[in-house]
């Protein structure tokens, strides 16, 4: 059989080593992107040891070391794993182990420089039976040392709190006294102070301890308010706080480079008092179960908090990113501020909604790009309801808005009018009658909508009129696969809209908005660019608007065929030619799968019908001519 210490040995390896062999090791579930300063859980890791069948419905008690780095949390794990090995194997007195053994488990090392990053846990969960017969599993978990050189406050922060909420039992590592900041920054179960120098002032162990965080926890008079608070709610915040004090592990530890963790090189002082806090802390009888709002947590609720926490992390960015879409939008249109132009509203809604999503990236969250991709989009169909509910405040700003619906009803009254009156000359009675009709309905809309206007009555009606003027007038929202057209000067460009306002297009180079005039040599090009870009950015300040034309004779592809093609090409470089592959063939070409250009049709037809009059007043003028030279 082997050896509890050799289990360990035969499992110390890289974090993701155990996952790979098989064997127990630490297996990392917090990924920390240090460079970028955000966090990855490791859903599939956690999932593959919360999940095994034996252990996943056990209420779970997970105990987690966290503190400053290179003060020897994975150095204390490593024991707290001796021990329960030597349990599983039945269990002795004698735990430590050999005295020429090296110590293994979670990675350790001597020197200055951190070694362990983000949350590691111990692959194998320990199966305890309680004094009662209730069996638990035990979670060793390891954090990333706080306040190195890589990492910021909010990194440290954020790597102390996870712990703090996923752990039951956690244990607050520190150097020789407890400091004003600890309590501040504290969420915890045991302080645990590690080289304590002063035995004659308060005994090492739990018992002096005690009697030490009694004294540091006592609340004064001359001390500050936020002192005060700090206290008043340590013991609020736990069910149970304690304190251990522990003795210098001996000059062989602290300074030799070759130290491997042999019990021959570490102080016996140390030893016993080392023995004495793992009793305490994985004494089955101590063992404290994680509790959620007063219900123990399972090994398969563990994970579902792990998610929530993530899922939790991803909308609080969301919110901050929204907060600053809206908080720029309100500067530009929002509460009094003047009518805004609809082209210039458009204009900072697009750079306002970029500047939102790149706070949502740039946020640091939890659970990776694909975890925090539904956010995103979440995010960005709550921007698109905002900047909805900015063109509705900013049009009812405009003056000129309140008498679109009468001038809409009266213009239709004038040109059914005048219908009516040229269907009843060439002598289309019933037309003309069904003209007269139509009049008397729209000028029965126009005298209600004056009177809902002065009496404020029956608004569900005016506002259905409003709605009938307001369809006629406005451009319909494009949706995924709609092809928009863009009259540029002296020619119109053409992309296929595939969502979130975004637009594909065939691009030559001196197609950009803005370009004016000089946008007509794109004619002369013989490359052109597949460009995914904002419809905003394409658009510029023309006029466009959706023209699905060919819908009647050929019949579009499905949406999510036409946005998969579309995405497919972008950045790609391919031909292009005015008269046969040019921006509108390529359109109707994802679209219905026919290249089609009617503009280049229609250019062709105007031509010809230039020259054939031409050549007509030609003809004439040559006759003319001749009738003329006869005559004389």
Same mark, same amino acid.
């Given at each position: 059989?082997?050896?509890?210490?050799?289990?360990?040995?035969?499992?110390?390896?890289?974090?993701?080593?155990?996952?790979?062999?098989?064997?127990?090791?630490?297996?990392?579930?917090?990924?920390?992107?240090?460079?970028?300063?955000?966090?990855?859980?490791?859903?599939?890791?956690?999932?593959?040891?919360? %999940?095994?069948?034996?252990?996943?419905?056990?209420?779970?008690?997970?105990?987690?070391?966290?503190?400053?780095?290179?003060?020897?949390?994975?150095?204390?794990?490593?024991?707290?794993?001796?021990?329960?090995?030597?349990?599983?194997?039945?269990?002795?007195?004698?735990?430590?182990?050999?005295?020429?053994?090296?110590?293994?488990?979670?990675?350790?090392?001597?020197?200055?420089?951190?070694?362990?990053?983000?949350?590691?846990?111990?692959?194998?969960?320990?199966?305890?039976?309680?004094?009662?017969?209730?069996?638990?599993?035990?979670?060793?978990?390891?954090?990333?040392?706080?306040?190195?050189?890589?990492?910021?406050?909010?990194?440290?922060?954020?790597?102390?709190?996870?712990?703090?909420?996923?752990?039951?039992?956690?244990?607050?590592?520190?150097?020789?006294?407890?400091?004003?900041?600890?309590?501040?920054?504290?969420?915890?179960?045991?302080?645990?102070?590690?080289?304590?120098?002063?035995?004659?002032?308060?005994?090492?162990?739990?018992?002096?301890?005690?009697?030490?965080?009694?004294?540091?926890?006592?609340?004064?008079?001359?001390?500050?308010?936020?002192?005060?608070?700090?206290?008043?709610?340590?013991?609020?915040?736990?069910?149970?706080?304690?304190?251990?004090?522990?003795?210098?592990?001996?000059?062989?530890?602290?300074?030799?480079?070759?130290?491997?963790?042999?019990?021959?090189?570490?102080?016996?002082?140390?030893?016993?008092?080392?023995?004495?806090?793992?009793?305490?802390?994985?004494?089955?009888?101590?063992?404290?179960?994680?509790?959620?709002?007063?219900?123990?947590?399972?090994?398969?609720?563990?994970?579902?908090?792990?998610?929530?926490?993530?899922?939790?992390?991803? %909308?609080?960015?969301?919110?901050?990113?929204?907060?600053?879409?809206?908080?720029?939008?309100?500067?530009?249109?929002?509460?009094?501020?003047?009518?805004?132009?609809?082209?210039?509203?458009?204009?900072?809604?697009?750079?306002?909604?970029?500047?939102?999503?790149?706070?949502?990236?740039?946020?640091?969250?939890?659970?990776?790009?694909?975890?925090?991709?539904?956010?995103?989009?979440?995010?960005?169909?709550?921007?698109?309801? %905002?900047?909805?509910?900015?063109?509705?405040?900013?049009?009812?700003?405009?003056?000129?808005?309140?008498?679109?619906?009468?001038?809409?009803?009266?213009?239709?009254?004038?040109?059914?009018?005048?219908?009516?009156?040229?269907?009843?000359?060439?002598?289309?009675?019933?037309?003309?009658?069904?003209?007269?009709?139509?009049?008397?309905?729209? %000028?029965?809309?126009?005298?209600?909508?004056?009177?809902?206007?002065?009496?404020?009555?029956?608004?569900?009606?005016?506002?259905?009129?409003?709605?009938?003027?307001?369809?006629?007038?406005?451009?319909?929202?494009?949706?995924?696969?709609?092809?928009?057209?863009?009259?540029?000067?002296?020619?119109?460009?053409?992309?296929?809209?595939?969502?979130?306002?975004?637009?594909?297009?065939?691009?030559?180079?001196?197609?950009?908005?803005?370009?004016?005039?000089?946008?007509?040599?794109?004619?002369?090009?013989?490359?052109?660019?597949?460009?995914?870009?904002?419809?905003?950015?394409?658009?510029?300040?023309?006029?466009?608007?959706?023209?699905?034309?060919?819908?009647?004779?050929?019949?579009?592809?499905?949406?999510?065929?036409?946005?998969?093609?579309?995405?497919?090409?972008?950045?790609?470089?391919?031909?292009?030619?005015?008269?046969?592959?040019?921006?509108?063939?390529?359109?109707?070409?994802?679209?219905?799968?026919?290249?089609?250009?009617?503009?280049?049709?229609?250019?062709?037809?105007?031509?010809?019908?230039?020259?054939?009059?031409?050549?007509?007043?030609?003809?004439?003028?040559?006759?003319?001519?001749?009738?003329?030279?006869?005559?004389?």
């Amino acid at each position: 059989m082997l050896s509890p210490q050799r289990a360990v040995a035969a499992a110390s390896g890289g974090a993701g080593d155990a996952m790979e062999s098989g064997k127990p090791g630490p297996v990392q579930v917090v990924l920390v992107q240090k460079d970028q300063h955000s966090f990855e859980l490791e859903e599939k890791a956690l999932a593959s040891i919360l %999940l095994q069948d034996h252990i996943r419905e056990l209420d779970v008690v997970v105990v987690s070391v966290a503190g400053a780095f290179r003060k020897g949390k994975s150095f204390l794990l490593d024991f707290m794993l001796r021990y329960l090995y030597f349990q599983k194997e039945g269990g002795h007195s004698n735990w430590l182990g050999d005295p020429e053994e090296p110590l293994t488990g979670f990675s350790w090392r001597g020197g200055s420089d951190p070694e362990t990053t983000g949350i590691q846990i111990w692959s194998e969960v320990f199966t305890v039976e309680k004094p009662g017969g209730k069996k638990v599993a035990v979670v060793l978990m390891d954090t990333q040392g706080a306040f190195d050189s890589q990492s910021t406050v909010k990194d440290c922060a954020t790597i102390f709190a996870l712990s703090t909420m996923t752990s039951s039992v956690q244990i607050y590592n520190l150097s020789q006294n407890i400091q004003e900041d600890d309590l501040q920054q504290l969420q915890t179960l045991m302080f645990l102070v590690r080289d304590w120098s002063f035995p004659y002032e308060y005994n090492y162990g739990l018992q002096g301890g005690m009697s030490f965080l009694e004294k540091r926890l006592q609340v004064k008079e001359h001390q500050h308010e936020e002192i005060q608070n700090v206290r008043n709610h340590i013991h609020s915040c736990f069910s149970s706080v304690s304190c251990f004090l522990l003795p210098h592990p001996g000059l062989q530890v602290a300074t030799s480079p070759d130290f491997d963790g042999k019990l021959k090189d570490i102080a016996s002082e140390f030893k016993e008092q080392l023995q004495t806090l793992i009793l305490y802390v994985l004494n089955p009888a101590n063992l404290m179960e994680k509790e959620i709002n007063g219900s123990k947590v399972t090994c398969r609720g563990l994970l579902e908090y792990f998610k929530a926490t993530a899922e939790a992390n991803n %909308l609080a960015a969301a919110a901050s990113a929204k907060d600053v879409y809206y908080n720029n939008m309100e500067e530009v249109c929002g509460g009094d501020k003047p009518y805004l132009s609809p082209d210039i509203l458009e204009e900072k809604h697009c750079e306002f909604k970029q500047l939102a999503l790149d706070h949502f990236k740039k946020t640091k969250k939890m659970g990776g790009k694909d975890f925090s991709l539904r956010y995103q989009q979440e995010l960005e169909e709550e921007i698109k309801e %905002l900047y909805e509910n900015f063109c509705k405040h900013n049009s009812s700003k405009n003056v000129f808005s309140t008498f679109r619906t009468p001038a809409v009803l009266f213009t239709g009254i004038v040109a059914l009018y005048i219908a009516s009156g040229l269907t009843g000359f060439i002598g289309l009675e019933v037309v003309a009658q069904l003209f007269n009709c139509m009049v008397g309905l729209l %000028l029965i809309a126009l005298l209600t909508w004056g009177y809902i206007r002065y009496s404020g009555q029956y608004r569900e009606l005016g506002g259905a009129i409003d709605s009938g003027a307001a369809y006629v007038l406005e451009q319909p929202e494009p949706q995924p696969g709609d092809l928009i057209e863009i009259f540029r000067p002296f020619y119109r460009h053409w992309a296929v809209y595939i969502g979130n306002g975004y637009v594909v297009h065939l691009a030559p180079p001196s197609e950009i908005p803005g370009a004016g005039a000089a946008s007509v040599m794109s004619a002369l090009a013989d490359k052109a660019f597949v460009k995914k870009e904002r419809l905003c950015d394409v658009v510029g300040r023309d006029r466009y608007h959706v023209n699905n034309k060919h819908d009647g004779r050929y019949s579009p592809l499905p949406p999510s065929k036409i946005v998969q093609r579309a995405e497919e090409l972008v950045g790609q470089e391919v031909l292009y030619k005015l008269t046969s592959e040019n921006c509108e063939h390529f359109v109707n070409e994802l679209r219905y799968g026919v290249p089609r250009s009617d503009q280049v049709r229609d250019a062709i037809m105007a031509v010809g019908i230039a020259g054939v009059g031409l050549a007509a007043m030609g003809l004439i003028g040559v006759m003319f001519s001749r009738n003329k030279k006869q005559k004389q």
